[in-house]
């Protein structure tokens, strides 16, 4: 099966979202991330997921593209409302059996924390499906400048961070690619239980990390050659600039981060 996630691909769309700084669009999601970690009644949770949808929609990326992007995650978010279902406490109990009690508020509480963890990731697929991996580099390096006074290596470290991002979705491909070989030699994981499913993906786990730090060597390599050295002092040949529709989105986002921290 390929490989579904949108976390860290570019998707070539002419949207007003492809349009904007890259400063504006990282600057936008993490003011709207930090409100939605402060949210928690309901309307708060659905004035949130409307915000997110109509980003989604202005970016004209196929909603199926999204949703798609959100099946490698399902296994880790039904584990945490599991978690939560079944070690939350509470005052009403819904359902009992020996050492295990059900409370109404373990229930709410993991809906709640699912429910906030797509948004955080519907919210960051739209922020690398609309922005090229070098221009967000290029505006997390600008937006972090003045720590470079205290002697922060920003280049170095907008580097790595954009060289993560890009880099899940190229793991997951390798990943997608050792099961296939897996499977072409009769080993299918997808008819083991999932228990003994779980134990199988240990020695698929060594290859894929081999094969990982190989492509971090020869990335490495890429880079001296290129004379990329620490990155300081380096021009770019597009200079970001500031239009009105980036403040008239900066403006747009406080308005909306303000509206919704009142719900909090």
């Known amino acids: 099966?390929?490989?579904?996630?949108?976390?860290?691909?570019?998707?070539?769309?002419?949207?007003?979202?492809?349009?904007?700084?890259?400063?504006?669009?990282?600057?936008?999601?993490?003011?709207?991330?930090?409100?939605?970690?402060?949210?928690?009644?309901?309307?708060?949770?659905?004035?949130?997921?409307?915000?997110?949808?109509?980003?989604?929609?202005?970016?004209?990326?196929?909603?199926?593209?999204?949703?798609?992007?959100?099946?490698?995650?399902?296994?880790?978010?039904?584990?945490?409302?599991?978690?939560?279902?079944?070690?939350?406490?509470?005052?009403?109990?819904?359902?009992?059996y020996s050492w295990l009690h059900i409370h109404a508020e373990g229930v709410v509480e993991g809906i709640r924390i699912v429910w906030r963890i797509l948004l955080l990731i519907l919210l960051a697929s739209v922020l690398t499906g609309t922005t090229r991996p070098l221009s967000l580099a290029q505006g997390l390096e600008t937006l972090l400048k003045p720590l470079s006074k205290l002697g922060v290596p920003i280049e170095q470290f907008s580097l790595m961070i954009v060289i993560a991002i890009r880099f899940i979705p190229t793991i997951l491909d390798e990943l997608n690619r050792i099961l296939l070989a897996q499977k072409a030699r009769g080993h299918d994981l997808s008819t083991m239980p999932p228990a003994k499913r779980l134990f199988a993906f240990v020695p698929i786990l060594v290859p894929l990390l081999v094969t990982t730090v190989q492509r971090a060597e020869q990335l490495t390599l890429a880079i001296d050659a290129r004379g990329y050295g620490d990155g300081r002092g380096r021009t770019t040949y597009r200079p970001l600039a500031f239009g009105r529709i980036d403040y008239l989105a900066l403006g747009t986002v406080a308005l909306l981060a303000a509206a919704l921290y009142g719900f909090a």
Do not use: C, Q
Not at 40 to 68: E, H, M, N
Not at 69 to 87: C, N
């Open 1 to 96: 099966m390929p490989n579904s996630l949108l976390i860290g691909r570019f998707v070539e769309r002419d949207s007003v979202l492809h349009r904007l700084d890259p400063r504006t669009k990282l600057l936008g999601m993490l003011i709207m991330m930090a409100v939605f970690l402060t949210v928690k009644s309901w309307d708060g949770y659905t004035a949130a997921t409307a915000f997110v949808l109509l980003t989604a929609a202005l970016s004209r990326i196929p909603i199926g593209l999204f949703l798609r992007g959100l099946l490698p995650v399902l296994p880790i978010l039904s584990f945490a409302l599991l978690y939560h279902i079944m070690f939350g406490r509470g005052e009403t109990v819904l359902w009992s």
